[in-house]
């Protein structure tokens, strides 16, 4: 085989279909627009999702919830596995994290912990909120946890 031989496989390419050219191309004439109407004007047809002057369906579907993102409380979020990294016995706070790099920014909200991961140091906690069992994992190790 050589460069000069190598062509697309047959079916590969396709014609460009050159409309409006006589009758005998089949499409000439109306150029497959049919007659009048609509879509056989220039720049004419309907929108996505236009139905007739119908509702459309999008409309007609339930919008479901609600979320007020202009008054939304947002936290610094941690994990109680992220804790682990800490020394025994260290006291936890919104600031020491932001420090460590363990949460991007700090929030004017607070700090909320969350109970994924484990820890097996005891440690003292200083949150504005945390979870059931955030709780309850940090004080089964003998940790303290302070609700601001």
Do not use: W
Not at 83 to 103: G, H, P, S, W
Request: hydrophobic share 30%.
């Amino acid at each position: 085989m050589k460069l000069e031989n190598m062509k697309p496989a047959q079916g590969a390419t396709t014609k460009k279909v050159r409309v409006g050219r006589g009758i005998g191309s089949g499409i000439g004439k109306t150029s497959g627009k049919g007659h009048k109407g609509q879509n056989a004007r220039s720049g004419g047809g309907v929108r996505p999702g236009f139905e007739g002057g119908n509702i459309p369906m999008i409309r007609k579907v339930p919008i479901r919830g609600f979320n007020n993102k202009n008054f939304a409380k947002r936290y610094a979020c941690v994990n109680v596995g992220d804790l682990e990294a800490f020394e025994a016995n260290a006291v936890v706070d919104q600031e020491l994290l932001y420090e460590t790099r363990f949460i991007g920014k700090r929030s004017e909200y607070g700090l909320k912990v969350l109970g994924n991961g484990e820890i097996t140091k005891p440690i003292t906690v200083k949150c504005n909120k945390i979870t059931k069992q955030a709780r309850e994992k940090i004080e089964k190790v003998g940790g303290k946890v302070e609700e601001l």
